[in-house]
């Protein structure tokens, strides 16, 4: 039987697996689909407290199913699993009995930030949340324990918490937490219980399956751009091609009398259709437009000008970020001395979901539908742009469709309640796939010059690196108070190398450009730890040293670093011979807290073309929440970096953004993705390491030291693809 010409395709899948043996419900131990990752244009603002609320973070119904509030952002890095079974650790509760929903920034303004901060960026969802989350279900378990021990009238001390069921061991007596949840709610603990040490976990470090993954195989899940909401309207839109410009004038005539569009809105710097019935109506029309704008002076800039301006400004004054010993007097003793500059273009986010918002502006209440990687944030920024209070804005945060920095920006919030406003309807805005490509915030274009000096052994005794690039802080509006020297994502990478050079000096000369630069996964990093490796790479070579036992040699003393090395290197079979046309090539660093080392293992053709055939990645987070969303978060990140490395750039032409979707602008797909090996170490110790960006930066590296010893050409500048390795006569 046919399914019906209105049956959406997401409906067809949901359908079919559920008549195909009922995948759509919960398997085994998994919990329920996060159910609040649906977009409706229901509000729970109005109902921001649940009936059977312990506090505002748990919930738990009478038939023992619990709602655990989740405040930050899931865009596939497997948060909102793990924060849920930070609680979940503490609390003792019923791993399969658990639900999650995102938690509300409405609520987390009228409630002086009961939720704390609401971000996801950084890898430190984790970091940053996970003593808060553990005192949340330490609190909650032991104001049940209380709730039980009071009906019994017995000491809490005798009573025990194990699968959602307190237990009084002396007289065998039992109650489930969805009995006594009413009464535990009414307590307050005279103090906070202690939480449990790394040692005393029992459910943290298990493997647990993701919690958004089924909505998202059964095609119920919602992301931001499946907001529907009743009497909206659509809106496309295009801004001016050069950052910074504006718009001078458009003529409405060539839509006018168009069937369903509604309006033609000015925007300071773009021009918007609105339009009912589908967005593709709206971008329709907008594409009979020709719009006139004012590029200032920017227009007249290209990629090769501001090549040209990145590398003289070397030679120019530097803010310092490392100086350890003498440089200057150690490179006169030298044996040999390198010089090598490395260079890395502009890149997009281009996360597989553009950019999109829906809003419903009214005089004294604003509702936006969007995803976001801060719902306080995005709170703060709409309650802004509208006029309100914040107290007044009810951001629904949906599922999102890929971040990695981008969306916290808001300025595709800002752009829908702009229209809105004008139209005076809902309306859901959704980005192209060129505008979220040339209207991005970029990864900074970065300039390094590396000089260094070795002893009569190859060894390095001296070396220096000069960074030039733009300053994210500076594009995003944002200070950091206290901050001294350079800020931190400049040098990423480079000042916080592990390698044991007595004498090391990093600086940085910041020059901006008219390009908006804002934080790109694993920021200043994803770039420098390509240029350091790889030059790195060239001065062991030049006297003949394994590039492993190079790296050994210089990471004497430091077991944490050793340690992820070695593992990469063993599972990644250095050593091994391998056939003429293939190479190994290996890169290390430290980000977010977490040592990551990559051996990557690639074949170059006589014709030149590149086939990276397996990465070994060896990972230390110090400890870990959910060993298998880790593992995929290494996957993630490497193929992130991956398609960097071989593919990304963006060029300017007459200050524009010249790429625009993906047949100018290259992903790794399918095919081209390597084997990947994970090793997961956790090593301990005082901090906690992030998953979600270490395995981007090295993989630049591992594969341009592959590629040398594949066929001896080094590698200097990304991407890949823009070099002849061709080995053919």
């Known amino acids: ?167 009084h061991p002396p007289s065998g007596r039992t109650l489930r937490y969805g009995e006594l949840a009413a009464d535990a709610a009414r307590i307050t603990l005279a103090k906070e219980p202690a939480i449990k040490s790394p040692d005393q976990f029992t459910f943290i470090g298990k493997s647990q399956k993701r919690i958004d993954v089924p909505p998202k195989v059964d095609g119920s899940a919602r992301f931001g751009i499946d907001a529907q909401v009743p009497g909206m309207v659509f809106a496309a839109i295009a801004a001016c091609p050069v950052a910074g410009g504006t ?61 040209r301006a990145f590398s003289a400004a070397l030679d120019g004054p530097a803010e310092l970020a490392r100086n350890t010993g003498d440089v200057e007097k150690a490179f006169p003793g030298a044996v040999k001395t390198f010089e090598a500059i490395y260079e890395t273009p502009y890149l997009s986010h281009s996360p597989m979901e553009p950019m999109n918002a829906t809003v419903h502006l ?36 949906a599922f999102i469709g890929g971040g990695f920095g981008r969306r916290d920006a808001n300025d595709e919030i800002g752009q829908a309640i702009f229209i809105a406003r004008q139209v005076g309807r809902p309306v859901k805005l959704v980005w192209t796939r060129e505008e979220d490509t040339r209207h991005d915030n970029f990864r900074p274009h970065a300039v390094v010059r590396f000089k260094a000096g070795v002893d009569a052994e190859g060894t390095p005794t001296a070396w220096s690196m000069r960074v030039v690039t733009s300053s994210i802080l500076a594009s995003a509006k944002i200070t950091f108070p206290g901050l001294k020297g350079p800020e931190p994502m400049a040098v990423a990478g480079l000042a916080n190398n592990g390698y044991n050079v007595p004498n090391t000096l990093v600086d940085v000369v910041m020059r901006n450009t008219h390009l908006p630069v804002w934080f790109w996964r694993a920021p200043g990093a994803n770039q420098h730890v390509f240029a350091i490796e790889s030059f790195l790479d060239e001065i062991g070579s030049a006297s003949g040293q394994d590039p492993y036992q190079f790296r050994r040699k210089l990471l004497a003393g430091k077991p944490d670093w050793l ?41 170059v053709s006589a014709n030149g073309q590149v086939k990276v055939d397996r990465v070994t990645v060896a990972i230390d987070t110090h400890y870990m929440v959910n060993p298998l969303t880790i593992a995929e978060q290494m996957e993630g990140g490497l193929i992130y970096g991956l398609t960097a490395a071989l593919f990304g750039k963006l060029t300017v032409k007459n200050g524009a953004i010249e790429q625009g979707n993906f047949d ?46 594949a066929t001896g050409k080094r590698i200097r500048s990304l991407p890949i693809m823009d070099h002849d390795l061709s080995t053919s006569v």
């Not at 009936?51 to 973070?57: L, R, T």
């Not at 956790?682 to 979600?692: D, F, H, L």
Request: aromatic share 6%.
């Open 1 to 167: 039987m046919n399914a019906p010409a209105t049956l959406s395709r997401r409906a067809v899948i949901r359908t079919g697996v559920t008549l195909a043996g009922g995948l759509a419900i919960g398997i085994g131990a998994r919990p329920h689909a996060a159910l609040a990752a649906t977009v409706t244009p229901h509000v729970f603002d109005d109902e921001a407290t649940a009936p059977h609320e312990i506090d505002a973070w748990i919930a738990i119904e009478p038939d023992d199913s619990m709602l655990i509030r989740y405040q930050r952002a899931e865009m596939g890095q497997g948060s909102m699993t793990a924060l849920p079974m930070i609680i979940n650790e503490e609390l003792h509760g019923d791993w399969s009995k658990v639900r999650v929903e995102y938690a509300s920034a409405n609520r987390n303004h009228r409630e002086k930030k009961i939720y704390g901060d609401m971000f996801s960026n950084g890898s430190r969802t984790i970091r940053a949340s996970r003593a808060r989350m553990q005192q949340v279900g330490a609190s909650a378990r032991e104001r049940l324990i209380a709730a039980a021990a009071a009906r019994w009238n017995v000491p809490s001390s005798e009573c025990s918490a194990a699968m959602s069921v307190v237990s």
């Open 247 to 307: 718009l001078k004038s458009v003529d409405e005539s060539p839509v006018a009398g168009l069937p369903g569009v509604l309006k033609v809105v000015r925007l300071p710097n773009a021009v918007a259709v609105v339009a009912t019935g589908t967005w593709w109506r709206a971008r329709q029309a907008l594409a009979r437009l020709q719009p006139e704008w004012d590029v200032g002076a920017a227009g007249s800039i290209d990629s090769d000008q501001l090549s």
């Open 362 to 397: 009214q005089a004294d209440r604003l509702d936006v539908w969007v995803g976001t990687q801060d719902a306080y944030e995005a709170t703060e920024a709409a309650a802004k742009f509208a006029g309100l209070e914040p107290e007044q804005v009810y951001l629904h945060n």
């Open 563 to 603: 340690r992820v090395l070695d593992a990469a290197a063993e599972k990644g079979d250095w050593g091994k011979p391998l056939p003429k046309g293939r190479g190994r090539g290996i890169a290390i660093c430290e980000d977010t807290d977490s040592l990551c080392a990559q051996v990557a293992e690639v074949t």
């Open 664 to 709: 100018t602008y290259q992903m790794v797909r399918m095919a081209q993705a390597p084997k990947i090996d994970v090793v997961l170490l956790a090593s301990g110790g005082p901090r906690w390491g992030g998953a979600g960006e270490p395995s981007t930066p090295p993989i630049g590296g591992a594969v341009a030291n592959a590629i040398f010893a």
